[in-house]
């Protein structure tokens, strides 16, 4: 159960930071409110699955999958760069990703 709760708050966490983008330093209300409430529960899952997973893999997986998503979703809809470089430093991101699951 802890990686199913480890994969929420990380695709949670995702939200959050979009939300943060479109909270305006906090000037907005329902953006802000939103990304509140998921940070609440991103770290709650997140706690909840430093259960049964080392504090360290947990952590670096939970932040490595909000950068891959954040990262691709502001080539996809932001018109950041889409140089294969970046591309490539994404993939790098989900293969060590990957590799703290199977090695855990």
């Known amino acids: 159960?802890?990686?199913?709760?480890?994969?929420?708050?990380?695709?949670?966490?995702?939200?959050?930071?979009?939300g943060l983008k479109y909270s305006d330093?906090?000037?907005?209300l329902w953006p802000s409110l939103i990304s509140g409430v998921l940070i609440v529960v991103?770290?709650?899952?997140?706690s909840l699955a430093m259960r049964t997973i080392p504090v360290g893999t947990a952590?670096?997986?939970w932040t490595?999958?909000?950068a891959a998503m954040l990262a691709s979703y502001g080539i996809l809809f932001l018109g950041?760069?889409?140089a294969l470089l970046r591309i490539s430093c994404i993939f790098l991101i989900i293969a060590g990703v990957a590799g703290l699951k199977y090695f855990a």
């Open 1 to 18: 159960m802890g990686w199913i709760y480890l994969c929420i708050a990380g695709v949670l966490e995702c939200f959050w930071a979009i």
């Open 25 to 28: 330093g906090f000037t907005r």
């Open 42 to 46: 991103s770290l709650g899952l997140l």
């Open 59 to 61: 952590y670096a997986i």
């Open 64 to 66: 490595g999958i909000g």
């Open 80 to 82: 950041e760069s889409a």
